[in-house]
């Protein structure tokens, strides 16, 4: 058996050697995230020969690129939006409207599968609804003479590419926001109403406070989420919608800008967007679990 | 909210959702004119292209998962067993590549690890290869990272540790034989998202030239008529069977918890 | 006509009914306790009285005004909830204003009020905190000053200590009760807890199963309990099966020992309840005689518990612990002292 009148060995760790453990992690972000990312932010305030410049920022601000990041942007907004409020009003039938219990577990893992279904296989499945062919074209033509070409429709503009985000924003959207409504206590409507309030007075004065720093959260990541979205837009529209992952996409390709560092420019300004978006979120969701305790 | 309306919203919302997928398979079975048939399925299998990109993408997801997992396994149990302060940014970094988007990335991966440079990785096939395989894995990294912090959550790491210590076990005994059993299921949950991630992604495959299975479903989609659908719908059925799999194996861990 | 009146209430939920034929009037003023153990439908008739359930038949009047087909926001109840249920995303202050802001009180008066109901719960200071700032007994004073505010007409208790700590759960008993007398409040509150229930209540209802078994007096329910349920319920009872020998005089046999109650019960069977506190150790002139073995003894601080084997029958007894008196030991034959008059005789 063992001694037990001498003391135990006593590991002593090292501290150097503790944070060797994180060393895998950190040279794997340091090498395919930070360098990369880092690459590009300098490169954005470079000339091919090296020098510090401002001309590569400066050459963003030309009509045509000006144009790509606010189609984008717009692109983005809309997208967002209205899988905020979609997704907001789906999830509140679902957790408040009172529907049976067992229809929330296929849709959260719906929600799941939607949500990861983006890309090309995306862009395909809308062409073969609402594009020139598509089934519901056809449907509205034959059966009801509706022509959405003829009312200006088309699956490669502004609206077709939002309503193809929101196939992936609406379940983001769902996904984050039931958790928070499930977080809405029963009792708070029930003291609400005691105290005399309304149904939308409770909404106002209570519920959509509550829940405002999720919901805007939410609307920061999903505008993200389509801003940084390249395969969709690649696929569903080709080259035709001057958006900036597209222009990006087409520029890393073949430099069809005719300056290399115009494009580190336009990739910067992809994450600033996208970063700011983020910290927005991150801001936000703070403040929300802070009340949600 | 009334039922009423909760009922309307909901099969408004569902049909959104379903009308896209009736399309695409609707277009996939309609490649013989006036009947359907799989004669999109055919064709898309007898093409070598397909199974090329196909098998290319399933073994880069599995190479791929491996990878994320020889990382974040250790990486998150290191940092819950002995570095808990370092939590928070860990968990930060982890969640940065939804902040930069793919596109921007590999931009960067091209650039910094051309032929010229100190580290020509797009020099090689292979180093392409590796070079998309670290692409992916930062892709999935905040799936991955999430699922096994979370499932180490549910364990008493330190308490373990010690005792397996006090018995004499090493770190490698440990981890494999303590720490990976326990987050099994997070890890799986983990690999099936990085799997649907991988098999679907475009960006990076294409812009580092390799023959994956997303840039071939772009290609086929500019130059074909009915085949880009039954690829749309097996890319489909790939994530469902991925989401399905993680809701499985999470039911069936749920259930032996309850029975013991 | 009382103050607030309930008559032949019922709810079912699908086919089970959770309440049935509960009747109650209650006196402008009043404290009444409903108490139970949990499933006992005491939770379901004060969220009825609130509104938030309907009755599946039966009456609610309030002030002779029928309130049954009214929505929670038109009845003028205030209720605390057991998990506090303040809203956090506003201060304690516009907590307990709410119900005067969304009845469109200008500002200036729902400041006042505020301050006044602020000062009534003894946290003037805490104003501009947010729930998440305040402990558990704080919050619930908030949520105890939020229902007050708008003066209403009944005050809705619905197990507003059970989430407490002990110490804070008496503190915060006796300053309920103590506000709900200088207001003069009409209040219902829900409890499992009959110590809470018997030290507040000026009266109890005793539920069980959906229904009120007794109501009466603190007092009444703990010395005359009405059923088997509510002796059992209420403060600890031994019962014991009985044969009655002369139903006149009240002569019974328990197990070997004869007792007489010295007042008629029925003939055949009888059950008799007594209290652990009603037996003494020793012999005392006048009073019944019990003859029985210790088999257990448990040391409770203030009090000795014994368990006594009766020939069959066993039978708590609580003894005062004092100084004076080495405490009996397991084993031994001991003689019982009981008044005949305290003996419960218990019906169906």
């Not at chain 2, 294409?206 to 479903?217: D, E, I, Q, S, V």
């Not at chain 3, 044969?243 to 046999?253: E, I, M």
Request: glycine share 8%; charged share 15%.
């Amino acid at each position: 058996m063992t001694d037990l009148t001498s003391p135990p060995p006593k590991r002593r760790w090292h501290p150097s050697l503790t944070w060797l453990g994180l060393l895998p992690f950190a040279l794997f972000i340091l090498l395919f995230l930070v360098l990369p990312t880092m690459k590009i932010v300098i490169g954005a305030f470079q000339r091919a020969d090296g020098s510090f410049t401002f001309e590569n920022i400066a050459g963003l601000f030309t009509a045509s690129i000006l144009s790509s990041y606010w189609i984008s942007i717009k692109i983005s907004v809309a997208s967002s939006a209205f899988g905020c409020l979609i997704g907001f009003l789906m999830a509140a039938a679902m957790v408040l409207g009172g529907l049976p219990r067992g229809i929330r577990s296929p849709l959260m893992t719906f929600s799941g599968v939607a949500s990861n279904f983006a890309g090309v296989p995306l862009a395909f499945a809308f062409l073969a609804t609402l594009g020139p062919l598509g089934l519901v074209t056809m449907f509205l033509r034959t059966e009801f003479g509706i022509n959405l070409r003829a009312m200006g429709f088309n699956i490669l503009s502004f609206w077709g590419l939002t309503i193809t985000y929101l196939f992936f924003q609406i379940p983001l959207m769902i996904l984050i926001i039931t958790p928070a409504l499930d977080g809405l206590k029963r009792e708070w409507r029930e003291a609400a109403s005691c105290l005399g309030a309304s149904g939308a007075q409770y909404w106002r004065i209570v519920a959509l406070p509550i829940l405002f720093p999720t919901i805007l959260g939410t609307f920061a990541l999903l505008f993200a989420n389509a801003f940084g979205a390249v395969a969709t837009a690649i696929a569903l529209t080709g080259s035709s919608l001057n958006i900036v992952p597209i222009m990006l996409f087409a520029q890393i390709r073949g430099d069809v800008l005719g300056n290399p560092h115009l494009g580190y420019a336009m990739a910067f300004g992809m994450i600033l967007v996208t970063g700011l978006a983020n910290v927005v979120y991150i801001v936000l969701r703070i403040r929300s679990e802070r009340w949600l305790k | 909210m009334t039922r009423a309306a909760s009922w309307a919203i909901l099969l408004l919302g569902i049909t959104y959702f379903v009308l896209p997928l009736l399309g695409m398979v609707e277009f996939s079975l309609s490649m013989r004119r006036g009947e359907y048939s799989f004669d999109a399925y055919a064709a898309v299998l007898a093409d070598p292209q397909f199974r090329q990109t196909f098998s290319y993408s399933v073994v880069m997801a599995l190479l791929t998962i491996v990878f994320g997992i020889l990382l974040v396994v250790p990486t998150a149990f290191w940092v819950r067993l002995k570095l808990p302060r370092l939590r928070p940014v860990v968990e930060f970094v982890t969640l940065l590549p939804l902040v930069i988007p793919a596109i921007v990335t590999v931009f960067g991966y091209i650039r910094l690890y051309n032929t010229s440079s100190w580290l020509p990785l797009t020099g090689t096939i292979f180093g392409t290869n590796l070079l998309l395989m670290f692409g992916y894995a930062m892709l999935s990294l905040p799936y991955m990272y999430r699922a096994v912090d979370t499932g180490l959550r549910t364990i008493d790491v330190a308490t373990l540790t010690e005792a397996a210590q006090s018995l004499g076990a090493g770190w490698v005994t440990i981890i494999v034989k303590l720490i990976l059993p326990n987050v099994l299921v997070a890890v799986l949950s983990g690999s099936f998202v990085t799997f649907a991630i991988v098999m679907g992604e475009f960006t990076m495959a294409a812009l580092l030239n390799r023959p994956a299975f997303g840039p071939y479903l772009q290609l086929m989609g500019a130059n074909k008529a009915y085949e880009p659908f039954a690829l749309a719908t097996i890319a489909f059925i790939i994530t469902w069977a991925c989401m399905g799999l993680i809701q499985l194996v999470t039911r069936f861990t749920k259930h032996d918890k309850a029975g013991r | 006509m009382s103050f607030l009146t309930i008559s032949h209430l019922e709810k079912s939920f699908g086919v089970t009914r959770v309440v049935k034929d509960f009747n109650l009037d209650v006196e402008k003023g009043e404290f009444i306790s409903l108490l139970g153990p949990s499933g006992c439908g005491k939770t379901t008739v004060l969220r009825m009285v609130a509104g938030f359930e309907s009755p599946s038949a039966g009456n609610i009047t309030i002030e002779g005004r029928e309130v049954s087909s009214l929505k929670p926001n038109q009845r003028n109840i205030g209720m605390v909830f057991q998990a506090y249920a303040l809203f956090p995303n506003l201060t304690v202050a516009q907590n307990v204003g709410f119900g005067l802001r969304v009845k469109g009180v200008p500002a200036r008066e729902i400041a006042a009020r505020v301050e006044e109901m602020l000062a009534l719960i003894g946290l003037p200071e805490l104003g501009d905190r947010y729930p998440f700032q305040l402990s558990g007994g704080q919050q619930q004073r908030v949520a105890l000053a939020r229902a007050l505010a708008p003066k209403p007409q009944v005050l809705l208790l619905d197990e507003p200590l059970s989430a407490l700590d002990a110490k804070v759960r008496v503190s915060l008993r006796n300053e309920i009760r103590a506000i709900q007398r200088e207001l003069g409040i009409t209040t219902i509150f829900v409890t499992h807890d009959q110590e809470e229930a018997l030290s507040m209540s000026d009266r109890i209802v005793v539920m069980h199963q959906g229904v009120a078994e007794q109501v009466g007096s603190p007092f009444e329910i703990y010395n005359a309990p009405a059923t088997r349920f509510v002796a059992g319920f209420v403060g600890t009872l031994n019962t014991l099966d009985a044969q009655v020998l002369d139903p006149a005089t009240g002569r019974v046999k328990l197990g070997e020992n004869e007792l007489t109650l010295g007042r008629a019960v029925p003939p055949g069977e009888a059950t008799l309840g007594l209290r652990p506190e009603m037996l003494r150790l020793g012999a005392h002139p006048g009073e019944a005689a019990l003859t029985g073995t210790i088999t257990e003894l448990d040391f409770l601080g203030s009090v000795i518990r014994l368990r006594i084997d009766l020939g069959g029958q066993k039978l708590a007894v609580d003894l005062f612990n004092t100084t004076r008196q080495a405490p009996p030991k397991v084993g031994e034959t001991v003689s019982l002292a009981l008044n005949p008059a305290d003996a419960l005789v218990i019906g169906a």
